[in-house]
């Protein structure tokens, strides 16, 4: 109830109208608070904000109306869905909140009027009638870590006279190329999570966002032979430089100022 109520922005009324909660009538206290937390736990904190972000303005449209935004009807959902293509909303932008709500209903068990068909013929409309915004990420690949070597070689020279917080944040940057890692796999790594090869290094990644049950995933970060620009022998001068004194709970990057 609390997690409905603070993280998702549902009210008491709202929630208690669900089949999950009605499901947990069944349980203890403390059987439902497990059951609860392990679904909770089951995605990343990110996912639950997004999800909330795209709920807001649903939500107040329905309580405007009388409407429980979790038992809501395909004719209000269908009303809610076009006023965001007449306020000049991308496909993607209704899109982004059709499948947050799919998301939600599932997750507490309701009615999913979602997939009505007459919420189906209308998004399909809106497909048509509503702007494409196609938003084209500039590539960063081989050429732009040579590029950052460039810099950094004009710069500094050398790599001991590099700032630390700078050398962290290209490391981290090399890093990820060479592990295809997202920041929020690596900012977590602890220097224990990392094992030196002669030719290689293994990395430990606790918890993804490919692998939310926290199984654990492995990395490697082979040498290339590209003499002093090889991401082995970066790594080997980065953990010699920040972490001489070898504690394995330090963090892989710390933070610096």
């Avoid at 094992?195 to 926290?214: A, E, N, P």
């Amino acid at each position: 109830m609390e997690f409905g109520a603070k993280v998702l922005g549902f009210t008491e009324e709202e929630l208690v109208s669900t089949t999950a909660w009605r499901a947990g009538l069944s349980l203890s206290a403390d059987e439902a608070a497990a059951l609860l937390r392990s679904k909770i736990l089951a995605y990343a904190g990110s996912t639950w904000k997004n999800h909330r972000s795209h709920l807001r303005e649903f939500q107040s449209f329905c309580r405007a109306r009388g409407v429980n935004p979790l038992d809501c009807n395909p004719p209000t959902l269908c009303t809610f869905l076009l006023s965001l293509g007449q306020n000049g909303r991308s496909i993607g932008a209704v899109e982004a909140v059709v499948l947050s709500l799919n998301f939600i209903y599932k997750f507490y068990l309701v009615n999913a009027s979602i997939v009505d068909i007459t919420v189906t013929q209308v998004l399909k409309f809106l497909n048509k009638a509503c702007t494409k915004i196609v938003n084209v990420k500039n590539s960063f690949g081989s050429k732009e870590i040579r590029l950052l070597w460039d810099a950094l070689d004009k710069k500094y020279v050398e790599i001991n006279k590099i700032p630390l917080c700078e050398l962290r944040t290209f490391v981290m940057t090399v890093f990820q190329h060479a592990t295809f890692c997202r920041f929020s796999d690596i900012a977590p790594l602890k220097l224990s999570d990392i094992t030196f090869h002669l030719d290689y290094f293994t990395v430990h990644i606790r918890c993804s966002k490919t692998d939310q049950t926290g199984e654990g995933q492995w990395a490697y970060i082979s040498a290339s032979g590209s003499g002093c620009r090889d991401p082995h022998k970066l790594m080997c001068l980065f953990i010699h430089i920040v972490h001489s004194k070898q504690e394995d709970d330090a963090f892989l990057f710390p933070p610096l100022r």
